[in-house]
């Protein structure tokens, strides 16, 4: 069982900056892609980003290319996302996310292991 501890969401004005933060317990082979799904109220979860730890493959969501940047740190077993020029729409609970890849050319996953959720609120 992997866990997964989330944390750096907040209030922002629009325009501003996020740093979220993802540490898991451990790393397997069920894992290697990890990454961020975001729900706003009354609407799915939706992808944001994925880091894969074993070739550093990167996908984003396009809604947030450009904007935002994931990256990850082997030694702390910890993903970053960075969120840049935030927008109202960007406001969220955000979940890190861990799983097998499922498709290496749109970066899907098979999610099996969830965070708890952090939220952000961009004003505007």
């Known amino acids: 069982q992997v866990q997964l501890l989330e944390s750096g969401g907040g209030l922002v004005q629009a325009g501003g900056s996020l740093r979220l933060s993802c540490a898991a317990s451990?790393?397997?082979?069920?894992?290697?892609?990890m990454g961020w799904f975001r729900q706003a109220p009354g609407k799915e979860r939706e992808f944001v980003a994925t880091?894969?730890?074993?070739?550093?493959?990167?996908y984003y969501a396009d809604s947030v290319k450009g904007r935002f940047t994931i990256s990850g740190d082997n030694a702390k077993n910890t993903v970053y996302l960075q969120m840049n020029s935030l927008k109202p729409e960007d406001t969220a609970v955000y979940f890190c996310?861990?799983?097998?890849?499922?498709?290496?050319?749109?970066?899907?996953?098979?999610?099996?292991?969830w965070g708890q959720g952090t939220q952000v609120t961009v004003s505007s």
């Open positions: 996310a861990a799983g097998p890849l499922i498709n290496g050319a749109t970066g899907a996953t098979m999610v099996r292991f």
């Open positions: 451990a790393r397997t082979f069920s894992s290697d892609a």
């Open positions: 880091f894969l730890w074993s070739t550093t493959n990167i």
